[in-house]
């Protein structure tokens, strides 16, 4: 029988068989930025010790991961804040000196989005304990949270809690990598009557048109996705790299590969395998659930920030054609929601951000991943040749720690993905100016 994709990937994904729910996890069939390097985590515990400061050094700071898959990220963070690795500049994304060159490490650019305000910076001076006193370290004073509908992990430090909802009164950093994607949507096709659901058959992936949207889905249509005949030329890429003021508005990929980021020539839906809709001229992912899903996410903290990592698109760049597909096995495959892959589409970002944004009464930023990192440090610059002669192994684990963040870097892979950042109750610095 045929249903709405919104409740077929409610069921594929977190169903009690869900992909998402049972086997071994989402890391053994595609590679995200938390399973490339331990230099995403490294960049992003500086941002939650910039977040901490800002916050004045609470007693309790909370890290909630949602969508945490086997907990990779929230493990990597543990070790990184016991060891005390991450947290100081000095320190490579590989552990190695200073003396092995920039190792993709560099200071953060005064102006940049992770730069503290000066209000904050002047708080962190006022917080600095005077001789004689010692403030609880990060260790001491952070609550790691894991929100995930599978079982807990047998392996998993008790140090990180595990829960299926997303806890209340969070103060500190609430992260979503590519959690998003998932939170199942509608898709819709425009027909000469106007918008209509589509159907999807969870065992065959065969599509048939349905009934006509709900009131509240044509307004996020007509608000969020443009008809036919109006949108631009996809010739031109969105440009991320800018702050939001508003507070109220065919091939397949090795398992070496991450799943696409906007541009990516995997984002097109008409590829050999893949079910088409009959009669259609242009699909839309319906991305209410997802504005919903975000802006009750933002709502949960009390202070602190929300940070959504994932890949998408802005409003004059949608895709004619959508961008649903399927992953399994670190292959790209059709999106059949029969629970034996991944189901995602890519996210409307300026949305989801605009839902947040009205709830949290703050401005938010959006830029791509790869100026996100380099204003945490994460520069990617190879190490001087020179250092070979007179460090060889540092030179190679400086070469090594590089090519990792050239990787989480790159335009055109997971350097594409946007970075969504939503303060709650704080003031954080400007965005990059490109």
């Known amino acids: 029988m045929s249903i709405r994709w919104r409740d077929a990937m409610s069921q594929a994904l977190y169903g009690p068989h ?24 490294t960049a992003l515990l500086r941002l939650v010790s ?5 916050l004045g050094h609470p007693d309790r700071l909370d890290v909630v991961d949602v969508g945490a898959g086997r907990g990779e990220l929230l493990l990597t963070l543990l070790r990184l804040v016991a060891s005390d690795s991450a947290v100081e500049v000095a320190v490579g994304v590989s552990g190695e000196p200073t003396r092995s060159g920039r190792s993709g490490l560099i200071p953060a650019r005064a ?51 595990w829960t299926s909802e997303i806890p209340a009164e969070i103060t500190g950093v609430l992260l979503a990598t590519e959690w998003l994607d998932n939170v199942p949507l509608d898709i819709a096709v425009h027909t000469e009557d106007g918008w ?3 159907l999807v058959d969870p065992e065959s992936g065969v599509e048939t048109i349905g ?28 440009n991320p790299e800018a702050t939001r003021t508003d507070a109220t508005s065919g091939s397949e990929s090795g398992f070496g590969a991450a799943r696409p980021a906007e541009g990516s020539s995997l984002t097109a839906r008409s590829r050999p395998g893949c079910p088409e809709t009959p009669h259609s001229d242009h699909r839309a992912e319906i991305g209410r659930p997802r504005d919903e899903a975000w802006a009750n996410a933002v709502r949960k903290i009390e202070r602190g920030l929300a940070l959504a990592v994932d890949y998408g698109h802005l409003r004059d760049s949608r895709p004619v054609d959508g961008t649903l597909t399927g992953y399994r096995g670190g292959r790209q495959v059709p999106p059949v929601p029969n629970g034996s892959s991944d189901v995602t589409a890519h996210v409307a970002m300026d949305s989801v951000a605009s839902a947040g944004a009205a709830v949290a009464r703050c401005a938010y930023s959006l830029v791509s991943q790869r ?13 001087p040749l020179s250092l070979a002669g007179t460090d060889p192994v540092g030179y190679v684990r400086a070469l090594a720690a590089a090519s990792a963040v050239a990787e989480l870097t790159d335009p055109a892979g997971l350097g594409g993905h946007l970075w969504l950042r939503q303060p709650v109750g704080i003031r954080l610095g400007p965005a990059v100016a490109r």
């Open 111 to 161: 102006g940049s989005p992770e730069t503290l305000t000066p209000t904050a910076a002047a708080r962190r001076s006022l917080d600095e304990p005077s001789s004689g006193t010692a403030r609880p370290s990060l260790a001491e004073r952070v609550r790691f949270t894991a929100v995930e509908y599978a079982t807990r992990p047998e392996n998993l430090p008790e140090e990180i809690n």
């Open 196 to 198: 209509r659901y589509v």
């Open 50 to 54: 910039q977040v901490d400061a800002t």
């Open 371 to 383: 100026e996100a990192l380099r204003a945490l440090g994460a520069d990617g610059g190879r190490p």
């Open 18 to 41: 869900g992909f998402f729910v049972a086997g071994a996890g989402p890391a053994d069939h595609f590679r995200t930025s938390v399973h490339a390097s331990p230099a995403f985590a």
């Open 211 to 238: 009934e006509t949207v709900s009131p509240a889905d044509l307004d996020w249509l007509t608000t969020w996705w443009p008809s036919p005949g109006t949108l631009p030329s996809t010739d031109s890429a969105p």
